[in-house]
């Protein structure tokens, strides 16, 4: 009896522990990355051509959507990553990026994306497409990941109403270089956001 007993609290201890394991980010291969797009990323604002802006800024994406593919890599922060804008929800179920690739002083494209916490790890990433220039009323419109009235985020609040959760985003567009205007919009998840497959 004592041995099955025994049995039992180390199949116990090794479970939690696998299953503890399950929930952390494979560091190595994500700080690869990190280091990666730490390099890159000032290359987008300082490279004097804006073809190797643009280069640099297709070749981070790129880089970002592979280190995110990583399991659990949503609790990677990526701190080192300064030319960017990160910001988690303050319910930490989802977090957003955020950057802008000038072609000149009064063209500016924003990129940015959405990455979900899943239960399993899986990736559930919303790319945000720019579509600031084609969307007439943007100061009374409702949209889609696919057509984003572009903003640099810098800050999330979180509110709730009859039980459903909307986020409000802060954030910035430079649009020229006489002007930069603020933003702030609200987000709204059609079902729960925090699923595994």
């Not at 099955?4 to 952390?24: E, M, N, P």
């Not at 910001?87 to 990455?115: C, K, M, N």
């Amino acid at each position: 009896m004592k041995m099955r007993y025994i049995l039992f609290i180390l199949c116990s201890i090794l479970f939690a522990t696998t299953r503890g394991q399950q929930v952390k980010p494979d560091l190595k291969f994500l700080t690869v990355k990190e280091d990666s797009l730490a390099l890159i990323g000032p290359d987008i604002i300082n490279s004097t051509e804006p073809e190797k802006r643009f280069k640099s800024d297709s070749l981070f994406t790129r880089v970002l959507v592979r280190a995110l593919r990583s399991p659990h890599s949503f609790y990677f922060p990526f701190d080192s990553l300064k030319t960017i804008s990160r910001l988690y929800a303050p319910d930490s179920s989802f977090r957003i990026f955020t950057w802008q690739v000038s072609r000149d002083e009064d063209l500016h494209r924003r990129h940015g994306a959405i990455q979900v916490r899943t239960t399993d790890g899986s990736l559930k990433l919303f790319p945000l497409i720019e579509r600031t220039d084609l969307i007439r009323d943007q100061k009374d419109t409702i949209t889609s990941n696919e057509w984003w009235i572009a903003a640099i985020y810098y800050r999330i609040l979180m509110n709730t109403h009859n039980g459903k959760k909307y986020y409000t985003l802060l954030g910035y567009d430079e649009h020229s270089i006489r002007s930069t205007i603020k933003r702030i919009e609200v987000l709204h998840f059609g079902t729960d956001i925090v699923t595994g497959k």
